[in-house]
């Protein structure tokens, strides 16, 4: 196996769930993110990539600005750059969504916590 798939196929565990890597390239980076039932991602916002989510499994409501969202499987939304944003899971089972982030920049430190569950803000 190599170094670069190791780095695209490891698990990394949040206090909501868990997400995978599938893709890391200089254009663009997927992921497979899994959210308990019950929880929600940090309230946030992005200054250098935007984001597609398409949800594989389960229910989700979706902050967009100021805006709520239901989502259901087979749906998808646009989360534009700066945009804040968030999912939480109303499913009693695991959500399951790619996300798919596109801009100039995809590390965890483009992430600008404005509230969270957990007090990572």
């Not at 997400?19 to 890391?24: G, H, I, N, T």
């Not at 200054?47 to 499987?73: C, D, P």
């Not at 499913?91 to 969504?97: G, P, R, T, V």
């Not at 995809?106 to 916590?113: K, M, V």
Request: glycine residues 6%; without cysteine.
């Amino acid at each position: 196996m190599t170094k670069e798939l190791n780095k695209t196929n490891e698990e990394d565990h949040r206090p909501w769930g868990y997400y995978v890597v599938l893709s890391d390239e200089v254009n663009h980076k997927i992921k497979r993110i899994v959210v308990y039932p019950n929880k929600r991602l940090s309230l946030q916002r992005h200054l250098h990539r935007h984001e597609h989510w398409y949800i594989i499994y389960g229910k989700a409501i979706v902050t967009l600005g100021n805006k709520q969202i239901s989502l259901k499987a087979g749906s998808s939304i646009d989360i534009p750059t700066g945009t804040v944003h968030r999912i939480e899971n109303i499913s009693k089972k695991d959500m399951i969504f790619i996300e798919i982030q596109r801009g100039t920049y995809f590390g965890e430190d483009d992430i600008e916590r404005l509230e969270d569950d957990f007090g990572r803000v």
